[in-house]
């Protein structure tokens, strides 16, 4: 029996059919421009034991998952699936972040007369329901049967629940990450190399030097505007689809406020979410750099404890990502000192609100190429390797992102000229490891080509960054497309 509620059956459909437009023939403004996680959504949805798990899409605000399961709807609808068996609910809306989700249904099933193993279920910020993990389990039949789900998290939440959750083969988590900038081109119909065959990433040290050079060439007419726009306001799909300069201001009221109002007040006191704000703008300011925790607390007047929280929480928002110092063979240190990232360049270029219209300084350039450079490698690389900086003890200098996996090693590191010399801390990484391949991420323009150092048999391949990245991004879009 359901408790008494302010809201009946006429009231939830009423929402239902605003969040529903389908039902009714109507049409949504959405992007005609498809991420290829959403492929792996119409799988799921298609596949004949998709109804024994949900698909979780995790990622921050803004990312485009609320798209992503319009974009959905929409195509299965097109491919002849009857509109009224999909069903969208908002966990956020008033009356469904209260009534139970198996009452919203009943209330669907008996205006339509279809069961549950014909509909679709798409629960966005699955979180934000009373109860998820027991709402979402109900809607499971014994048999198997039961509806089709995909749900939204804008806050790790259920991810980590699942860690120690007896179900939690119930659940298929999939992190929606910032738009790469290879998707960025294609958006803008500008991928000049969207039919040609590419090395990949990992052997590019083996390319010979003039195919590297017209790799770089065919890629040279998207390179400098397209890429600086790309840094500045084009990782979030809501402005990465738009031409528009300028956006600054717009991005930090639509994503970052946003993502401390709705997501980070309720993990934290309200009391301390300025104090969560002006460590997030720190960590924009310094991003990629090694957080010094204790050094930080003292200055701001709390305590190291309260600091690590934050940290946490920010984590858990997907608003930074946290690197690991590892050695030459992928062990952490027993006391690491983690540096943190943000996790999209146009997210850190919001909360500090620059559009990118002035000139940069080069160390601002430099900090915005090194969170670039994180986001697709470890997007490009995350959950099969695994990934750090490397600590040089004798120059104290590090290696930005060094990447573990059954290849062997590979090294990526952001520099401000076009050279490498014997004092650099790739080198001396190359010297105590065995590492085919060192990607120096350089400054638009740069001439590419290779380098070496005399005894290694290391070869160092410099090319631009806004080259890399695509590369990354081309091989993370492959991957969901099998």
């Known amino acids: 029996m359901h408790r008494l509620s302010v809201f009946g059956p006429s009231d939830i459909l009423r929402v239902l059919h605003g969040f529903n437009p389908w039902w009714t023939g109507r049409k949504l403004a959405l992007p005609s421009f498809r991420r290829a996680v959403l492929a792996a959504c119409k799988s799921h949805v298609a596949g004949t034991n998709s109804q024994r798990c949900v698909m979780l899409l995790s990622g921050m605000r803004g990312a485009g998952k609320t798209t992503m399961l319009y974009q959905l709807a929409e195509d299965l609808v097109a491919g002849g699936m009857d509109p009224r068996a999909i069903v969208y609910l908002s966990c956020e809306h008033p009356i469904f972040s209260t009534v139970p989700v198996a009452r919203i249904l009943e209330a669907h099933r008996e205006a339509t007369g279809l069961g549950d193993a014909q509909a679709v279920l798409l629960l966005d910020e699955v979180h934000c329901a009373r109860d998820w993990d027991s709402q979402v389990k109900g809607l499971f039949g014994e048999d198997g049967q039961g509806y089709r789900i995909v749900a939204t998290e804008s806050v790790e939440t259920i991810e980590r629940a699942l860690l120690t959750e007896t179900q939690f083969d119930r659940w298929w988590s999939v992190q929606v990450p910032s738009v790469s900038y290879f998707e960025y081109l294609r958006m803008h119909g500008a991928d000049p190399l969207a039919k040609a065959n590419v090395p990949s990433v990992a052997d590019l040290h083996k390319l010979p030097i003039e195919d590297l050079r017209r790799l770089c060439t065919a890629l040279a007419q998207a390179d400098v505007r397209q890429f600086r726009r790309y840094l500045y306001s084009g990782g979030l799909p809501a402005l990465a689809a738009t031409s528009a300069d300028g956006a600054g201001p717009l991005l930090h009221d639509l994503i970052a406020e946003r993502a401390f109002r709705r997501d980070a007040s309720v993990q934290v006191e309200p009391r301390n979410l300025d104090e969560l704000k002006r460590l997030f703008l720190y960590l924009c300011l310094h991003s990629g750099e090694i957080f010094p925790v204790q050094r930080y607390a003292n200055l701001v007047g709390i305590s190291p404890s309260t600091v690590s929280s934050h940290l946490a929480v920010l984590e858990q928002c997907f608003l930074v990502r946290k690197i690991p110092p590892t050695d030459e063979t992928g062990e952490e240190s027993n006391k690491p000192r983690y540096k943190f990232v943000i996790a999209d360049s146009s997210l850190r270029a919001a909360a500090l609100l620059d559009d990118g219209s002035a000139d940069a300084a080069p160390a601002e350039t430099h900090t915005a190429y090194v969170t670039c450079l994180a986001r697709h490698v470890m997007r490009r690389y995350g959950g099969a390797h695994k990934i750090g900086y490397w600590h040089d003890p004798r120059s104290l200098r590090d290696v930005d992102l060094v990447v573990h996996g059954k290849g062997g090693l590979l090294a ?71």
């Open 412 to 482: 990526f590191q952001t520099v401000e000229g076009a050279s490498v010399t014997s004092k650099d801390p790739a080198v001396a990484l190359c010297r105590r490891a065995h590492v085919p391949g060192v990607l120096l991420a350089c400054p638009a323009g740069t001439e590419p080509g290779h380098a070496r150092i005399e005894g290694l048999p290391t070869v160092f391949v410099r090319l631009p960054t806004s080259v890399l990245a695509y590369l990354l991004g081309r091989e993370e879009a492959a991957a969901w497309r099998g």
